[in-house]
Each structure stands twice: as C-alpha cells, then as structure tokens.
C-alpha cells in the first residue's frame, strides 16, 4: 500500500476547470441569459410571464447539462465502490483524465483499487507459498513414519531423530509466517551465521532422498511425483568449507532446486550439487545441475516468475512456486540466481554475498 499520500494526484484549490469554477459560471450564464430576456423583453414589450417561462428553461438546460457532467463520473465511481465491497478489484473508474475534482477522486479510487488488487494478489501467494513449503517436511516425515508402522524400517533412534528433525523443521516454516506476511515492507530478518557446508548440504540431500523413497503414490516435495530412481551427488570444495548464511532460508534454496531437477531428470538420471567457495569471506557459490531436457534460453527470464510451469519438455504440472521461492529467499540474503550455461541439462546457478563487511 502507499504510504504517506504518494502516487496519489495533488489537490487543485483553483482550476478553471474545477467544479467551484462550473458552478459559479452557471449562476453567471443564468444571471446573463435572465438579464438579456428581461432587456428583450422592455424593448419588444413582450409578456413578462412568457420571459420568466423562457429564462426558466433555458437556466434548467444548462444547469441539466453542467449536472450531468458531475454526476456520471459519480455514478461511475458508486458501481466500482460496489464491485470493490464485493471483492472484484479489476474495475476501475472512467474519466481519471479529467482536470477537476472529480478527475483526482477518480484516480485516487484506481490507485485504491490497484493497492488492493495487489494485496489480494499478495495474500493468496502467500498461502501458495506457505503451503508449497509445508508439503516437502510433511511428505518426508509421513515417509518415515509410513515405513515404521508398516515394518519396512526399524522405529531406531536415527529414525526417530531424522523425524524430530522434520518436526522441527515443521515448526520453523510455520515461525516464518509472520516473515513471509512482512515480505512486501522488506522487513524479513536473516538469521545469518556461520556453518560448514559438507554436513549441512548432506543433510538437506539426505531429506530429500527420504521424500522420494517413501511408499508408491507418496508426493516428493511440491510436484506431486514420486522419484527415487534418480541418484543425488554432493560435490563440496575444500571438504571443509564454510558458509556465512541463513541455514533456513538457504534450505528453502537447495531442497526447490533439488526437487525441481530430480522432477525433470531422466530414468535413473543424477542430480548433482556443487558447492564453492567465493572471492570474499563467507560467500558461497551453488550449482545444481540434472540431465533432463534444460531450459530453451529463450524461457530462461521467465523461470524465476511464479506460477511459471514452463512450456518445455518435462513440465511436470506442479505449482510452479518453488524457484520463485528460490530466488525470494537468495534475495534476501542479497544473492543472485540464474539459469546458467550447460551442455546437458539444467544448471542453475546460486551466489551468496557472504559475511555483511565482505557483501558491502
């Protein structure tokens, strides 16, 4: 929303085309044509009565005429008040352009509209969004915990560990509600910190991998597919390398990328990670690379947009929300995303700034 009266049209105390202006012309014209009438009337010594008739129509001609005129737009803005009451912001008012008063209330009730429009816009991302999130820890988590009742795994305590982990994640992704409702103040907080990358990636694979090896019918992440005939590779240099970010929110980052490229992958395709180092300390380069068909370079500025499904071989029908969160949560951190050069497959591309002092 606009704050503080911006973008909305400056008030006109004078204008000669203001509404004060048309009023006090009226009564000038109809002072004017009673005047004259009255003078032709002396010097033609015609009836006094058929004068008045004669002034009467006229000054309600022309006052019908000057009415009409502010009152359409009125009407105009009472059916989209109406339309907007009843949730349908795509209307908006006729005559903005116009140089009086009624022009500015006009354009103020449009841009009213379009703030409202995008709020609406917003909100229901936001539940899109927050749902596309849930679904990957809950699939996970419903995968083990499948396989525990049904006997295929044993209920041991790395089981039970790597199900209170998705918990826990559970219970992180519905804290960040209030952040993702604050997205469009840009005032989301980053938790930074520093963290070594081997571990931390190996985990957000392993998560994955978990989601994917649940029961037949079970849908992997966001897509609604089961894949667990695509091999995950990790590929981290130095092996002790260290990163300065928000684990949470980079975990958003890997596990969208991850479940789009096995998605995409071929019969028992791989999928592959690659973390590196940056030029400043705490910067992070990501690479995930699949073997699927890739993205024509023609679609590559629209594979971040939400709700882009893309058009190419391999669609899978999704939501199309999981890169748009992907590069939400690398722009909080100041980063960049983007589809980079490959000769087979999709690569995309990820650079994290690192620590503040080395990203400013």
């Not at 703030?115 to 909100?123: I, M």
């Not at 907080?189 to 571990?199: G, I, S």
Request: with cysteine.
């Amino acid at each position: 929303m606009r704050g503080g009266g911006e973008g909305f049209p400056p008030l006109r105390p004078f204008s000669p085309f203001s509404i004060k202006t048309k009023l006090g012309t009226l009564v000038v014209v109809s002072v004017f044509i009673t005047t004259g009438l009255l003078l032709v009337a002396l010097r033609t010594e015609t009836e006094l009565r058929f004068i008045t008739v004669f002034s009467v129509i006229a000054s309600m001609l022309i006052t019908q005429f000057v009415a009409h005129s502010l009152t359409a737009p009125l009407d105009d803005m009472i059916t989209v008040a109406r339309s907007i009451s009843h949730g349908d912001y795509t209307r908006r008012v006729r005559g903005a352009g116009r140089r009086d008063e009624l022009g500015d209330l006009a354009a103020t009730i449009n841009l009213m509209a379009d703030d409202l429009e995008a709020v609406d816009r917003h909100r229901k991302e936001l539940v899109a969004n927050v749902s596309h999130e849930l679904r990957t820890p809950i699939a996970a988590l419903r995968a083990v915990l499948e396989n525990v009742v049904d006997g295929v795994s044993a209920a041991d305590p790395e089981t039970m560990r790597t199900m209170l982990k998705q918990t826990e994640r559970l219970g992180r992704l519905v804290e960040t509600l209030l952040d993702l409702s604050r997205l469009d103040n840009g005032v989301v907080p980053l938790k930074a910190r520093r963290f070594e990358v081997w571990p931390y990636l190996s985990g957000v694979l392993k998560e994955s991998g978990l989601a994917a090896a649940g029961r037949p019918g079970l849908a992997s992440g966001s897509g609604g597919h089961t894949r667990n005939d695509v091999h995950l590779h990790l590929d981290v240099f130095p092996s002790d390398l260290t990163a300065h970010a928000d684990a949470e929110r980079l975990h958003q980052v890997v596990a969208n990328l991850i479940d789009n490229a096995v998605k995409h992958s071929p019969p028992h395709g791989r999928v592959t990670v690659r973390a590196r180092g940056g030029a400043a300390p705490g910067s992070l380069t990501l690479e995930v690379l699949d073997e699927g068909p890739g993205i024509p370079q023609t679609e590559w500025h629209r594979v971040f947009e939400r709700f882009n499904r893309g058009s190419g071989k391999g669609g899978d029908g999704g939501t199309g929300l999981g890169l748009a969160i992907a590069r939400w949560a690398v722009g909080l951190h100041g980063g960049d995303i983007r589809v980079a050069e490959s000769s087979r497959g999709c690569r995309i591309l990820v650079t994290l700034p690192g620590t503040p002092q080395a990203a400013g």
